[in-house]
């Protein structure tokens, strides 16, 4: 039987069909903004983030009129909102704080390759800081929005084209300002992303094309200068390619976090990224003399095996000092979080085995750690 050739008519009905079906499954299974809540903390969780004993807890509270937290129903214990955390662990928590005078510093996560963990590892990161004290933008530069859903903002029923950063492409804007919301999350901003960032693939190299001598490549960071006044930390979440954007994402930024698995084939695609980027960059007029306070690939979805333990050998050959100490593993906690379109921050305790909930935190922990250290470091050279 002859098959029936398929017209983009029925692609075009494929898709209204699909998206049907996925606005429903939103509506049944995830909380869209502003429905989307932020988590609360206990008060070992408070002394943790802290990092003070909880039996200072009380002491704290009435030495720095810090939020008494909330009477947990049919318990004595307390439960703490994200607001009253963060007021918490910006007034004893200790933790290193942008001099007045400095500005925000710029990271890019990026990789070449889908799936890798970019977007979770920049939203968890964005979390993490915030929870560090810091305040925090999160700029959405992957047209298919993930980081925007899991910061509670749908890109195609929430986001309009003059939302995103495209604007300010199209010389509407001075700068990205006008595209800062804030989230579900205290401390958290973004600027979304929806598919018609895809346009920015055009209107860069276009206008390039039409005036000569334009640095396309310092869009961005153009156009982010002003929110480092406001921010102390901005996180890019990029696509897998190395696109306009994306160049425009890593030219901005005064680090790099490249999210890759320990396995073959992404560290083949990991090189070949590299080789790309610093091929665009000698070419491109004061591009040249770009540099950056760190660059570091974090070992994500890490499985435990022969050929795993192998790769991660190849990669600290390949890159060296830039291999960064914290591995995050294939984890189920992150599997069922993302199912939710969450990430493991958004939970207030583990939903699933405590010790997988711990197994995947405590590592975002510490990659989050090594981005305050590295924030720290900077701030106090400039
Ligand atoms: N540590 C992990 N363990 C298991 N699954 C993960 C882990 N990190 C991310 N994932 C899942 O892998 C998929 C790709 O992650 P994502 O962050 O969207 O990658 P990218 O932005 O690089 O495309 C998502 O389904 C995500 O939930
Ligand atoms: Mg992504």
Known sequence: MASKKISMKDLDELALTAADVLAQVREAMIEPHPRKVSPTF?????????RVDKTQIKYLTQKHSLPAGNRMEGSKAKDYTLEDA??????????????????????AVCNYKGGVAKTSTTVAMAQAATLRGLKVLCVDCDGQGTATQLLGISPEQDVEIGHTIMPYIHDQQPDFRYAVQTTYWHNLSMIPASSGLLAAEFALPAKA???????????????????????????IDTSPSLSYLTLNAMYAADGLIMPCPPDALDFASSVQFWGIFSELIENLPSAKDKSYDFVSVV???????????????????????????????????????????KTIYDLSKPDGSAEAYRRYKEPLDRLADFILDQLAIAWSKS
């Open 42 to 50: 206990t008060s070992p969780a408070i002394a943790e983030l802290c």
């Open 86 to 107: 963060i007021t918490w662990i910006q007034t004893v928590g200790n933790r290193p704080t942008r001099p007045s005078g400095q500005l925000g510093k710029v990271i």
């Open 209 to 235: 094309m039409s005036q000569r001598g334009f640095p396309f490549w310092e869009v961005l960071k153009n156009g982010i200068a002003p929110l480092r006044e406001e921010f102390d930390l901005i996180l």
């Open 299 to 341: 070992f994500t979805k890490v499985q435990q095996n022969e050929i795993s333990r192998i790769v991660k050998e190849w990669m600290k050959q390949a890159y060296g000092a830039h291999i960064n100490g914290v591995e995050i593993p294939e984890s189920n906690a992150a599997k069922t979080a993302a199912a939710q379109l």
